[in-house]
């Protein structure tokens, strides 16, 4: 008969998840760098692609705290995410919008992962596992302020075409090119 699950069965398997979901987020993030066209779009991509290569490595000393060797499971999830990613860069790379359809999956990204990393570190907690709750806190910290850099960045960037959808009116109703 099977041994029945456990909370901490259901954290290392998440664990493992979330830890293949990272590595493929630092190769994402270094595909988005060279595909962006701002220059803080850009540098905000290199910053989050070298704090998540940290971000593996603190799973990494998470797996070590529950005397498991790190592993990674298939993250469907993440591989939707990056297959996504893949697609609208195909078909939005070379245009004015790329940078916010960059920003947008990139967004999806770290919401999945700020869902994740919630997720585990509550699961820690109830697990008596402080040290690795401490390390999964400062990671979830470090998502969250990405995730807002990223608004504060996409709230920056000019509407590509934005008179062109509203009949060639801006949001005042001026004509766009009108002086």
């Known amino acids: 008969m099977a041994k029945e699950k456990t909370l901490a069965d259901a954290f290392y398997e998440t664990l493992k998840d979330v830890y293949y979901a990272e590595k493929q987020s630092v190769r994402a993030q270094k595909k988005s760098a060279k595909a962006a066209q701002s220059a803080e779009l850009k ?10 290569a940290t971000q593996v490595q603190r799973l990494e000393k998470v797996f ?21 990613m893949e697609e609208d860069l195909e078909d939005f790379g070379s245009t004015e ?9 990139a967004q999806a990204m770290e919401h999945y992962e700020i869902a994740r990393y919630g997720l585990l570190k509550s699961w820690a907690a109830k697990l008596g596992y402080d040290e690795a709750a401490s390390l999964i806190e400062e990671t979830l910290a470090e998502e969250k302020k990405t995730d807002e850099l990223l608004t504060r960045i996409a709230e920056s960037i000019p509407a590509a075409g934005a008179a062109e959808q509203t009949g060639g009116k801006t949001k005042n109703g001026a004509r766009a090119g009108a002086h």
Request: glycine letters at 8%.
């Open 64 to 84: 070590e705290i529950i005397g498991k060797a790190p592993r990674a499971k298939t993250c469907e999830a993440m591989q939707g995410l990056t297959a996504e």
């Open 97 to 105: 919008a790329a940078d916010d359809v960059l920003i947008g999956c």
């Open 43 to 52: 540098d905000a991509f290199e910053t989050h692609a070298e704090e998540s």
